[in-house]
């Protein structure tokens, strides 16, 4: 009867090949001594093998028990992407992340469609492979974004934002300067900054009736600039004139026409500018985007968030 070789018999096989070649060197170095030791990797294989499908020691145990101590081939200083269907820790960090740089995601452990989504809405936004896999370099972007924190009640964050040096509002309103400055972007933030309510435009369908600027908006502004590197111009917000069904009306809206100092445009850097912020804002909770290609936003963006 034939019997299969085992791990346990081809160490003790490989420790007496090791005594017999102790004595005299040139057997180890010599043909013979190669043969030996292919053989005893060829008969480790097929032990391996059968051990394993019969539920024995893994390899890596055996591995061991000959040579104790042995470095094993693994590079564990590179994390491992994290793609659809991961969980654990890592992954609960990575939601944690996006959470702080204005994502809706839940942190739930598991890589779930919800992260997906936003994984390739933040690659999109800051011009990275959109794959949905977090590699080497979207967790590089994720870790290099500030994580600053975006809290306050609605003035506060007002306030915040006249502040804020990388976000500029138009005091007159395109194609009707001169008309209801009290209406403008900037009068609506510095408005709401004092806690009351911004001003629609008199010539307008809104007809100047006071609203309140919406918080996910005004936090959605802070995020752009904040965390996600956008400086923006903020042409509307209450006030203009728009359709009179407009997001602008009730406070949820704003337009932006001038993306990093460059103005949004059809083509060229203006286009793609304007696609990254799109993508940044529907990342953050925007329902309502439209940008170069929609009608009659050729040369800004609108981002709106749903009204509570």
Same mark, same amino acid.
């Given at each position: ?87 654990? $820790?890592?992954?609960? $960090? ?133 965390? +996600? ?6 042409? $509307? ?37 304007? $696609? ?25 963006? +609108? ?6």
């Amino acid at each position: 009867m034939t019997t299969k070789p085992n791990a346990r018999s081809i160490a003790s096989f490989l420790r007496r090949s090791e005594k017999t070649s102790s004595g005299a060197g040139a057997f180890a170095r010599g043909r013979r001594g190669k043969a030996v030791i292919a053989t005893a990797g060829l008969l480790l294989a097929v032990a391996t093998a059968s051990a394993n499908a019969a539920g024995s020691p893994s390899l890596s145990a055996w591995a061991d028990r000959i040579a104790p101590g042995a470095q094993r081939s693994v590079d564990i200083s590179k994390p491992a992407t994290l793609c659809p269907g991961s969980k654990g $820790e890592a992954v609960s $960090e990575l939601q944690r992340r996006l959470v702080l740089l204005g994502s809706t995601t839940k942190v739930t452990g598991v890589f779930d469609s919800p992260t997906e989504k936003a994984v390739k809405k933040f690659q999109r936004a800051h011009a990275l492979k959109v794959d949905g896999l977090v590699g080497p370099r979207t967790r590089a972007a994720l870790a290099a974004a500030p994580g600053l924190r975006i809290t306050g009640n609605r003035a506060e964050l007002a306030q915040q934002i006249v502040r804020r040096p990388g976000i500029t509002a138009d005091d007159f309103h395109s194609g009707h300067k001169g008309q209801d400055p009290e209406s403008s972007a900037r009068s609506n933030l510095r408005d709401t900054a004092a806690g009351k309510s911004a001003l629609t435009s008199r010539y307008g369908d809104a007809h100047g009736k006071r609203v309140d600027l919406d918080t996910d908006m005004l936090r959605g502004l802070l995020q752009l600039n904040a965390n +996600h590197g956008f400086r923006l111009n903020i042409t $509307e917000l209450a006030g203009g004139d728009h359709s009179k069904t407009s997001w602008h009306y009730a406070g949820t809206t704003f337009d932006v026409n001038e993306i990093n100092g460059v103005h949004v445009a059809m083509s060229g850097k203006g286009r793609e500018l304007a $696609e990254r912020l799109q993508s940044a804002c529907t990342f953050l909770g925007a329902t309502q985007v439209l940008g170069p290609g929609d009608r009659n936003h050729d040369t800004h963006v +609108h981002c709106g968030w749903p009204q509570n």
